[in-house]
């Protein structure tokens, strides 16, 4: 035996350490990104996708309204609800959008 072998100890294995099923790491979560953008439907009249892009533009402001904590309408006044948008980089809503805002929170 060297020097080098008589100042480490040696270790003996006697039981193989096994992980409980408790002290396993969790799996990452697969998280997919956003749906694929689909085109709408060719032949409906032109109030249905106005209706439609409305509907997916209060539907984006509420919940990133949720997100920043405005849980009530009441909560949600048009200037709350504007300065979001700016924030999220989308166009200035109507008063329509912003009362279908409020209806999504309510």
């Known amino acids: 035996m060297s020097a080098a072998q008589a100042l480490v100890p040696s270790v003996r294995r006697t039981q193989s350490v096994h992980?409980?099923?408790?002290?396993?790491?969790?799996?990452?979560?697969?998280?997919?990104?956003?749906?694929?953008?689909?085109?709408?439907?060719?032949?409906?009249p032109r109030e249905w996708y106005i209706d439609h892009n409305r509907r997916l533009k209060a539907m984006r402001l509420a919940v990133v309204l949720l997100d920043s904590g405005v849980y009530l309408p009441q909560q949600a006044t048009n200037r709350r609800i504007r300065s979001m948008a700016v924030r999220l980089g989308i166009h200035r809503p109507s008063a329509i959008t912003c009362r279908a805002v409020r209806a999504l929170l309510a």
């Open 19 to 44: 992980r409980t099923p408790s002290a396993r790491r969790p799996r990452p979560v697969h998280r997919p990104g956003p749906p694929a953008v689909r085109p709408l439907p060719a032949g409906m």
